[in-house]
């Protein structure tokens, strides 16, 4: 009486609806925690089947874990939505077998994960909304690792530079400047990034996959976590090639015109 008195106060105390069922589905036992979720006192569930309480249906749902669990003879965990409940479920059927093996009854125990679910569904709604802008900004952004390889590039970069996303991923920084700027790279830039966490307006060439260059105005910013520990390095750039260009060509053409008036 002791024991039995002892499993039933952890029984009501599971915060979880929690029901023993017979081998056909039909309700034996449930918690208070079924009580309160489906309003009703369990002498109006008992002898009922589970599908008939939580999804108002007269046979199993699809992917029913109580059939897996017949099927497979252990435990079987599943998540369902429960139309009775209004929400997102995390179902585990447990069998309670006898002494010969067989399935006499199941531990049906149902988690509340909708908070879980919605949250999932805004953080891939936000990721979605993220990449948009990050695959459709007119500028070229990259994220760099702590040794300067490349995590991530938007559609404008590898537009601006001809590259395929393949062709980037992983690959180191350098491997994209002049020859002759690869020292500078590894050593200035890293220092200027690291020891300010931030550098604006710097100007400097880029490789095109077709050996052109491309000269870039780069903003960069160092990204860390709660503790202060580097995760990565945010990059954006603007292509100035024809800006310069233009500039240069309107200046040979001011001195153009002053040797003339002289």
Not at 36 to 53: H, N, Q, W
Not at 126 to 152: I, M, R, T, W
Not at 204 to 209: Q, S, V
Request: with cysteine; proline share 4%; net charge negative.
């Amino acid at each position: 009486q002791k024991s039995r008195r002892e499993w039933e106060g952890i029984f009501q105390a599971i915060g979880h609806p929690t029901l023993i069922l017979d081998n056909h589905h039909h309700l034996v036992h449930a918690n208070q925690a079924t009580e309160k979720a489906t309003g009703k006192p369990e002498t109006d569930l008992i002898g009922k089947r589970c599908y008939e309480i939580f999804h108002n249906t007269n046979g199993p749902p699809e992917g029913c874990p109580c059939e897996k669990m017949i099927a497979s003879g252990h435990l079987e965990t599943v998540e369902m939505e429960m139309e009775a409940l209004g929400g997102s479920f995390l179902v585990s059927c447990t069998p309670m077998v006898d002494d010969k093996g067989r399935i006499e009854k199941v531990i049906h125990i149902a988690t509340d994960i909708t908070e879980r679910k919605q949250a999932e569904q805004a953080l891939r709604q936000s990721e979605h909304k993220f990449h948009l802008l990050f695959d459709n900004a007119p500028v070229g952004y990259q994220s760099l690792d702590v040794n300067g390889c490349f995590l991530d590039v938007n559609q404008a970069w590898l537009d601006i530079l001809g590259y395929d996303r393949h062709e980037v991923i992983g690959k180191w920084f350098g491997d994209f400047l002049p020859p002759e700027l690869v020292d500078i790279f590894r050593e200035k830039f890293k220092q200027n990034i690291q020891s300010h966490g931030l550098i604006q307006n710097v100007e400097f060439p880029l490789m095109r996959k077709d050996g052109s260059i491309v000269l870039a105005d780069y903003m960069a910013r160092i990204g860390r976590d709660e503790e202060g520990r580097f995760l990565r390095t945010h990059c954006a750039f603007s292509d100035i090639t024809e800006k310069r260009r233009s500039e240069e060509v309107l200046r040979k053409s001011e001195r153009l015109l002053n040797e003339t008036q002289m």
